[in-house]
């Protein structure tokens, strides 16, 4: 099956997705970041998702105009409104929103809630095992020929 008419979950990277409260400050949001090794919180209001909040927001909406981490706020800065899928999308059409959009993330949601974070990361490693396969299938294709032709003889 083609990686482009696969499902994202067929793809998707487990675990959980980190979120962030829109009203807390950016420090919390930036020492999340840090802790957790992430590049991004999905921003939420009351539980639902309303935004993204990336380290390249921080350092040009806060760090680049000089104001203060623990006076700004997420919802102040984050990128909205959330660009998302479903967990039924195919990869061609999130391949599609993260280009048209000039994202690297973009989180899957069922029912006004995170399932998941599809990453360019997951892409690359769902097409790279996707060539593996093809490649292995083409060596045992060889190998039977080779094999087909002993047998000849």
């Given amino acids: 099956m083609s990686l482009l008419i696969k499902r994202v979950t067929e793809i998707m990277s487990e675990g959980p997705v980190d979120v962030v409260e829109k009203g807390l400050n950016v420090f919390y949001a930036a020492n ?39 006076a700004t706020k997420v919802g102040d800065i984050m990128s909205t409104p959330l660009i998302s899928v479903g967990p039924e999308a195919t990869v061609a059409a999130a391949v ?10 973009l989180p899957v949601v069922e029912n006004d809630r995170i399932v998941v974070m599809l990453t360019v990361t997951d892409l690359a490693r769902a ?15 060889a190998r039977f020929r080779e094999l087909e032709e002993l047998a000849k003889r």
């Fill in 96 to 105: 599609r929103i993260m280009y048209e959009n000039g994202i690297r993330r």
């Fill in 32 to 70: 999340v970041m840090r802790e957790r090794a992430r590049g991004s919180l999905v921003v939420v209001d009351d539980g639902k998702p309303v935004g993204i909040v990336t380290e390249r927001d921080i350092v040009r909406r806060v760090v680049a105009e000089g104001r203060s981490p623990s």
């Fill in 127 to 141: 097409m790279y095992r996707e060539r593996e396969k093809k490649d292995e299938i083409l060596a045992a294709m």
